[in-house]
Nanobody
Framework: QVQLVESGGGSVQSGGSLRLSCVASGSIFSISSMGWYRQAPGKQRELVAESRGSTNYADSVKGRFTISRDDAKKTMYLQMNALKPEDTAVYYC???????????????WGQGTQVTVSS
């Protein structure tokens, strides 16, 4: 019913930048919150940044990453600057969506996009 598709991942050198995008589609009545998470090999998935009225960031990315949303396009972005090798992970998009059909709210995840930062 709802699909989240991430794009923009890739390989960069330390200090470089990438911009991730997440496009939501399907039976969407409204989106209450969206967020970016990441999971590095052997580690648990962790919150990177979220937008639910206000924005919140993990301490490790504050000042380097910026989350933004274009609600008209049902798209969320993550601008990542000054990337470090420890930012290497699969980045996932998450959204809390109220469906057009039932007006019930559910959480959805994208399939992930790989970000690799080399030193």
């Amino acid at each position: 019913q709802v699909q989240l598709v991430e794009s923009g991942g890739g390989s960069v050198q330390s200090g470089g930048s990438l911009r991730l995008s997440c496009v939501a589609s399907g039976s969407i009545f409204s989106i209450s919150s969206m967020g970016w998470y990441r999971q590095a090999p052997g580690k648990q998935r962790e919150l990177v940044a979220e937008s639910r009225g206000s924005t919140n960031y993990a301490d490790s990315v504050k000042g380097r990453f910026t989350i933004s949303r274009d609600d008209a396009k049902k798209t969320m972005y993550l601008q990542m600057n000054a990337l470090k090798p420890e930012d290497t992970a699969v980045y996932y998009c998450r959204a809390e969506v109220r469906l057009t059909t039932t007006k019930l709210q559910y959480q959805y995840w994208g399939q992930g996009t790989q970000v690799t930062v080399s030193s």
